[in-house]
């Protein structure tokens, strides 16, 4: 049985999950617009992923009998710039994901919940390549600069990204 506290702070994961989701198909939809489709679709999959993350934590509150709460989901920025700010602002965003993330950890830790904590340390893990994952991107935008050509390389290659859930249904 998880704690009030963990219940609370997993269920707030499960918002900023579904925040984070939002605000990716925001960004989807303002690269979309500018013709970016490759940079739209990549992160069309981030939003995905974000969801994936947040059904998964939901089942886990389930799993451990831990009561599952609903809060509004804020309303993410529709305005952005350039791929540029797009970007900068995912890596800020996936930095604030890690610290909820490693704070929920810590949490466990403090109240002994082992399992818990082995839960999280998956969370903790794909924070690491998230924020690899991206810091990778603005590098290749920082050397391709004001190249239109290069910008649509990136482009092509970027939409090569696919979703692929990383919670596949249980069989028995």
């Given at each position: 049985?998880?704690?009030?506290?963990?219940?609370?702070?997993?269920?707030?994961?499960?918002?900023?999950?579904?925040?984070?989701?939002?605000?990716?198909?925001?960004?989807?939809?303002?690269?979309?617009?500018?013709?970016?489709?490759?940079?739209?679709?990549?992160?069309?999959?981030?939003?995905?992923?974000?969801?994936?993350?947040?059904?998964?934590?939901?089942?886990y509150i389930?799993?451990?009998?831990?009561?599952?709460?609903?809060?509004?989901?804020?309303?993410?920025?529709?305005?952005?710039?350039?791929?540029?700010?797009v970007?900068?602002?995912?890596?800020?965003?996936?930095?604030?994901?890690?610290?909820?993330?490693?704070?929920?950890?810590?949490?466990?830790?403090?109240?002994?919940?082992?399992?818990?904590y082995?839960?999280?340390m998956?969370?903790?893990?794909?924070?690491?390549?998230?924020?690899?994952?991206?810091?990778?991107?603005?590098?290749?935008?920082?050397?391709?600069?004001?190249?239109?050509?290069?910008?649509?390389?990136?482009?092509?290659?970027?939409?090569?990204r696919?979703?692929?859930d990383?919670?596949?249904p249980?069989?028995?």
């Amino acid at each position: 049985m998880l704690s009030k506290k963990l219940t609370k702070a997993l269920n707030e994961q499960v918002n900023a999950e579904y925040y984070s989701a939002y605000l990716y198909l925001s960004m989807s939809a303002a690269m979309n617009s500018i013709g970016l489709k490759g940079v739209s679709s990549w992160l069309f999959v981030q939003a995905q992923e974000e969801l994936a993350h947040g059904i998964n934590i939901y089942r886990y509150i389930l799993e451990r009998s831990g009561e599952a709460a609903f809060a509004p989901i804020e309303q993410p920025s529709a305005s952005f710039s350039d791929i540029n700010a797009v970007f900068k602002e995912v890596l800020s965003h996936e930095k604030k994901v890690t610290k909820s993330i490693n704070s929920i950890a810590t949490l466990a830790m403090q109240e002994l919940d082992h399992a818990c904590y082995q839960f999280m340390m998956w969370y903790v893990d794909e924070q690491v390549e998230e924020e690899a994952n991206v810091s990778e991107i603005l590098d290749k935008l920082r050397l391709i600069g004001d190249n239109k050509g290069l910008l649509l390389t990136l482009d092509n290659e970027l939409g090569t990204r696919v979703f692929v859930d990383p919670f596949p249904p249980k069989t028995n």
